[in-house]
């Protein structure tokens, strides 16, 4: 990959849990690997995000833009990348927006290419396929687990993508790859698929060469109603929570995490709401596990395990469920103070967010391209 003086601005969209925080994880270790600088930036509608301390822990240098979504928040995008470009100015800049977001093109590609131009190089924008729920929404069943409205963020999404990957290829057979691929061939005929295992590594030398391309990208601008977009996003219930954990008795740090998950994946399922994506994390002295869960119908997952047994933990809960965020919140904390009594592990919680997100009202929004 030829790099100039510019910072290669390259943003993975996607919905809520289609595996965008494990791809930027992968493509940085191989920008790395290249002998490359890389910066990432992680964005949320609330600060204390599971995905910066993940990838924090795992040794990349992470800005987080929180409180809105980066059209919102451009300034506060750009200001945050250069923070990064101080101490070691990255040749490459890796942004992961918030997975309810779309319109990115018009709101973040075009104003950087027509404003700051002289800084940054535009890579293909790629957004990632949530095979789970984005099957049932391309094919519009009843029951795809979100209304219309929220359903209408995911279509836009990939309509505004360069390139539109499918993800999980490892967990999904041949038959059910090439549906997906044809299905959102009829949604977007021009816009070219790859297939991808984010946990895996499968496609991503593809995804590397894509990414790797020079060209004007970032051109589709999308016909979008921000009403319905809005009300799309307000109807998930969003919580970002912390608290600390401890005992005089090790626990092992993977299976208290994954049962905080299954526990608040069983409670979700028996009020009737529908899970975008929940993750939690525990962090204490270099060391972190993972666990998470992108759908009713998926198995909650270890995606990085600890291999720890512990007395004490900082534990940080993200979830975005299509529910009362009160609700969402009071649940929650009771999967967590469940878990924790059955290891008779005391808990400590320490911040609480829990919201709808508000109506986006992008700093710029570019209506036509360059």
Not at 188 to 213: D, M, W, Y
Request: hydrophobic share 40%; proline share 4%; aromatic share 6%.
């Amino acid at each position: 990959m030829t790099m100039t003086e510019k910072i290669r601005f390259i943003m993975v969209g996607g919905f809520l849990g289609a595996g965008k925080t494990t791809t930027m994880a992968r493509l940085a270790r191989q920008y790395q690997a290249q002998g490359l600088n890389v910066g990432i930036v992680t964005n949320d509608q609330a600060a204390g995000l599971v995905d910066t301390e993940s990838l924090r822990s795992q040794g990349f240098h992470v800005g987080e833009v929180a409180g809105a979504c980066f059209c919102c928040q451009f300034d506060n995008l750009i200001e945050t990348v250069r923070n990064l470009s101080k101490e070691d100015r990255p040749d490459v800049l890796l942004a992961e927006p918030v997975g309810s977001c779309t319109d990115l093109v018009a709101t973040v590609v075009q104003p950087i290419k027509q404003l700051l131009g002289a800084e940054f190089e535009i890579a293909p924008y790629s957004v990632i396929l949530k095979p789970s729920h984005g099957k049932k929404i391309l094919n519009n069943e009843q029951k795809a687990g979100f209304s219309p409205k929220a359903a209408y963020i995911l279509k836009k999404q990939l309509e505004e993508a360069d390139a539109i990957l499918i993800n999980r290829i490892d967990e999904l057979a041949n038959n059910e790859i090439e549906e997906i691929a044809e299905l959102i061939r009829k949604h977007c005929p021009e816009v070219p698929v790859l297939r991808i295992s984010a946990k895996t590594g499968a496609g991503f030398e593809g995804l590397f060469e894509l990414l790797s391309q020079q060209g004007d990208f970032g051109r589709r601008l999308l016909d979008i109603d921000y009403d319905i977009y809005a009300e799309g996003e307000a109807e998930l219930g969003w919580l970002n929570s912390s608290a600390h954990i401890s005992t005089e008795t090790p626990f092992d740090l993977d299976d208290l995490l994954l049962d905080i998950v299954k526990n608040l994946k069983v409670r979700i399922n028996e009020s009737g709401f529908e899970a975008a994506h929940l993750k939690t994390i525990g962090l204490w002295e270099g060391f972190f596990g993972v666990a998470n869960l992108i759908s009713n119908d998926s198995e909650a997952e270890l995606s990085l395990p600890s291999n720890c047994e512990v007395k004490a933990v900082d534990l940080i809960v993200n979830a975005r469920v299509a529910c009362d965020p009160v609700i969402l919140e009071a649940e929650a904390k009771l999967a967590v103070e469940e878990e924790c009594a059955k290891r008779k592990i005391a808990v400590s919680f320490r911040s609480s967010q829990s919201f709808r997100p508000g109506r986006p009202v992008p700093t710029h929004r570019m209506t036509e391209s360059v």
